[in-house]
Nanobody
Framework: QVQLVESGGGLVQAGGSLRLSCAAS????????VGWYRQAPGNQRELVAI???????NYADSVKGRFTISRDNDKNTVYLQMDSLKPEDTAVYYC?????????WGQGTQVTVSS
């Protein structure tokens, strides 16, 4: 079982920045794909960004050029640097980890962007 603990959410004005962190338990982190999803009220959960175990990345079109995902395998941690935040980025952000067919989720952290 893998536990994911997120931190770094909060309230920020439009145009500002936040950095989310997600620390994973266990020893399989470096073999996993890890990333971030988000869910706004009334919307489905959507992929924000993901970094594969080999280091390749994939971003939602809505965040390309503004968000950067990175991972530190020595610290079992994945990061999401969010710049030029917009009110439509307001959502609960969930950390995600996938290894082979097993998937794990964090508890979520709220990000609120005021206009």
């Amino acid at each position: 079982q893998v536990q994911l603990v997120e931190s770094g959410g909060g309230l920020v004005q439009a145009g500002g920045s936040l950095r989310l962190s997600c620390a994973a338990s266990g020893s399989a982190f470096r073999l996993s794909d890890v990333g971030w999803y988000r869910q706004a009220p009334g919307n489905q959960r959507e992929l924000v960004a993901i970094v594969a175990r080999g280091g390749s990345t994939n971003y939602a079109d809505s965040v390309k050029g503004r968000f950067t995902i990175s991972r530190d395998n020595d610290k079992n941690t994945v990061y999401l640097q969010m710049d030029s935040l917009k009110p439509e980025d307001t959502a609960v952000y969930y950390c995600y980890l996938r290894i082979i067919t097993a998937e794990f989720w964090g508890q979520g952290t709220q990000v609120t962007v005021s206009s």
